[in-house]
């Protein structure tokens, strides 16, 4: 087998960029906000600026001192503390990282005729060799249509048709008790840990709100919400146009659920057989305005 040749990175202009990149964006202040400040010792912008620029290098940090290509002015205990602090926001800095980006770099180079859209989905946080990881769950994998130890990763990010830029993300167990392995530790419920583990066990749909109203508080804009079935709902739908006003585009998933289309009630496949194919277009694309409850759907 050949060998691997090593590509050297260029620490200097790494090191630069993440600079410039920190200065333009009020990364400090940001930091300050979300409860990564120190008093004493290591500033938290040095430790930051580390880690940063680490994620351009291709190397973890064990794989640097195994090296010996370790170079931060502190030892990694330093770094993990910093890493598991349990009393930084991290969520709350992705989002307001997000709108200082959104804000004052991407709008100015976006149409105002083009829509701006909040994309909500989530993806397997696989966990399958764990056994006693806190709030470890039975989660459903729908690649493999099976189940699997570990967690649903939620992402909230916003798209201007040409870059996406993730906004805020949550890390979910399980919303029953009878697809949670592992429980969790005892916390104040006011405080930051406690907070997430409460909102880990909550039904993504809720915390899907949660998201876009806490991006909304923060500045970030958007006419449409973009999600897949999975979340597509009639509650859900009639959730977010009441609380966040934003239009939601989404495949209306099959179900037993009934709208009211042309006086009668029907569910999603007897509808899809009450209309003809048009010709040219897809049999999938059909746009018709139905009727549930207090709300008409297009």
């Known amino acids: 087998m050949s060998s691997i040749p090593q590509i050297t990175d260029n620490g200097n202009s790494v090191s630069d960029f993440a600079t410039k990149f920190m200065k333009r964006f009020h990364i400090s202040r940001l930091l300050f906000k979300c409860n990564a400040g120190k008093e004493k010792g290591i500033p938290v912008m040095d430790i930051f600026r580390y880690l940063f620029c680490m994620m351009f290098s291709g190397r973890s940090i064990y794989m640097r001192i195994k090296t010996g290509t370790f170079e931060g002015a502190f030892s990694k205990n330093t770094i993990y503390r910093f890493l598991n602090d349990a009393r930084i926001n991290w969520q709350r800095f992705t989002v307001l990282l997000s709108t200082e980006i959104i804000c004052r770099f991407m709008k100015p180079l976006t149409d105002e005729k083009r829509k701006d859209v909040f994309i909500v989905d989530d993806s397997l946080f696989d966990r399958s060799r764990s056994k006693r990881v806190e709030m470890l769950a039975r989660v459903f994998d729908h690649c493999s249509m099976k189940y699997r130890s570990g967690f649903r990763m939620l992402t909230l990010g916003w798209p201007d048709g040409n870059s996406f830029i993730p906004v805020s993300y949550s890390l979910l167990s399980a919303a029953e008790d009878k697809n949670l392995l592992c429980g969790g530790k005892q916390y104040d419920g006011r405080s930051l840990a406690g907070r997430r583990r409460r909102q880990s066990r909550h039904k993504a749909t809720d915390v899907m709100a949660e998201l876009i109203h806490s991006a909304q508080c923060a500045g970030i804009t958007a006419k449409y919400v973009l999600f897949d079935s999975w979340f597509s709902s ?65």
Do not use: C
């Not at 042309?262 to 057989?273: F, H, L, M, P, T």
């Open 234 to 298: 009639p509650k859900t739908i009639l959730e977010l146009k009441k609380q966040e006003h934003p239009d939601t585009i989404a495949m209306v998933k099959k179900s037993k659920t009934k709208y009211r289309y042309q006086g009668e009630r029907y569910n999603v496949k007897d509808i899809y057989s009450r209309n003809r194919k048009r010709r040219g277009r897809s049999r999938y694309l059909l746009s018709v305005p139905v009727f549930r409850r207090t709300q008409w759907w297009n």
